[in-house]
């Protein structure tokens, strides 16, 4: 399977001059290409092929007006190309109901969020003795290494975000040594926004809100920026204040998603998840929240983990009633407002967290053995009759139908 590892990288100011002539190079290619492209098919001609944009762009290097394109590596104007065709692939599958719904290809601007250029094996970049990342006509750029990576890589891509940073990004081939030994555990979880997630065997874990507690400094954060004048040197100060404060929100939760999701996929065998639309509940009220959770990078997360593990990961349908159905006896009880946590259940008297008993429906849909440790998915206690107690229990002659076993006098 392939894995991306990225590390922080941090250029000196001459290399961050290079890197940003690289960006805006590729930029141009990209939207050159496109341009020409559209223009075809305005006129109705047919499609232009990537090996007649490469010749345009070795014409275009020779002509005085794009002559700049020649102070840079070659290798990631080709790769420029080659990511378009990969959008208008992607775009054309489509269309044919091959893949998820995508849009056209569109012009790059130096004001995007994200910029980014690729070297492949071509380019002749490598890692020094020393640990700093070379590449061609940039320079040895420093590299913050947190682990080695499995196998060599083949391309390296150097990515700036919103942020100013800076970051290259590998790609590996690895094979499944990693497998972990088999385990005893299996779990269904229940994905909420009270509880970040609810496990079948009783565990709770609470969600961190990392957006809503950064929410008070970031919205002063965006005053500041709105009070700014555009195209001032404050402004870019500002923006980029914002742009670091959304960061930080974004490193936690994805440091969160990364330890338990690790935790779980170590603990258990199989995991059982619910297939959640989360571009339904995003455009309820409850948007902002259901962002801040990130179930899909989660779920993701499990998933790729699962594949390299070698751990079982089942999804369940998103339309099986998990919080109607209880999970003692299998009876339908009905749909309940968000607002009943705990319920009992009219044909077992079972008295059943309304999260775990999910989470517990979950995996009993996906096929695992669920078990409920430490929940309250049992019969509800009910005290003893006055003639039940003593240690000889004396037998009444008459039972009234109220003195029957668990059965409350009246």
């Not at 098919?41 to 007006?65: D, I, M, Q």
């Not at 997630?197 to 609470?206: C, E, M, N, P, T």
């Not at 998603?257 to 639309?277: F, G, K, P, W, Y």
């Amino acid at each position: 399977m392939q894995l991306r590892y990225s590390f922080r990288v941090y250029p000196s100011a001459g290399q961050r001059v290079a890197l940003a002539r690289a960006f805006g190079c590729a930029r141009v290619v990209f939207n050159d290409a496109l341009r020409v492209r559209e223009e075809a098919r305005a006129a109705g001609l047919g499609f232009v092929t990537s090996a007649e944009l490469s010749r345009n762009l070795t014409g275009a290097k020779k002509t005085p007006e794009r002559a700049w394109l020649g102070e840079v590596s070659a290798v990631i104007l080709q790769q420029s190309l080659r990511d378009l065709d990969t959008a208008y692939r992607n775009f054309f599958d489509a269309l044919k109901g091959k893949r998820p719904k995508t849009g056209a290809p569109r012009f790059k601007s130096k004001r995007d969020n994200r910029q980014s250029i690729r070297f492949t094996a071509n380019a002749s970049w490598r890692i020094t003795p020393g640990g700093k990342l070379r590449l061609p006509k940039v320079g040895d750029v420093p590299v913050r290494w947190s682990r080695t990576l499995p196998s060599t890589p083949s391309t390296v891509t150097v990515v700036k975000d919103a942020a100013g940073r800076y970051f290259a990004s590998f790609v590996v081939e690895t094979d499944a040594c990693e497998v972990l030994p088999e385990t005893t555990p299996e779990i269904g979880i229940d994905l909420g926004l009270g509880h970040f997630a609810v496990l079948s065997d009783g565990r709770k874990i609470d969600s961190p809100r990392f957006l809503r507690r950064a929410e008070k400094r970031r919205k002063k954060m965006q005053r500041d920026l709105s009070r700014k004048q555009k195209g001032s040197n404050n402004r870019g100060k500002a923006r980029l204040k914002v742009a670091r404060a959304h960061a930080q929100v974004t490193d936690a939760r994805r440091e969160f998603h990364h330890r338990l999701s690790t935790r779980l996929i170590r603990e258990n065998q199989a995991i059982a998840v619910e297939d959640l639309c989360v571009k339904g509940l995003a455009r309820t009220r409850l948007a902002k929240s259901v962002h801040d959770a990130g179930w899909s990078a989660f779920v993701t997360m499990l998933e790729y983990k699962a594949a390299r593990y070698g751990r079982t990961l089942v999804k369940i349908g998103r339309f099986e009633p998990t919080s109607q159905v209880c999970s003692a006896c299998g009876v339908k009880d009905g749909s309940k407002p968000l607002n009943v946590r705990e319920w009992t259940c009219s044909a077992c008297g079972t008295v059943l967290d309304r999260d775990v008993n999910a989470a517990v429906n979950i995996a009993k849909a996906a096929g695992l053995a669920a078990s409920a440790c430490g929940a309250q998915v049992g019969p509800a206690p009910v005290p003893a009759q006055r003639s039940e107690t003593g240690t000889h229990q004396e037998l009444p002659t008459a039972s009234p139908q109220w003195e029957q076993t668990g059965i409350p006098g009246l």
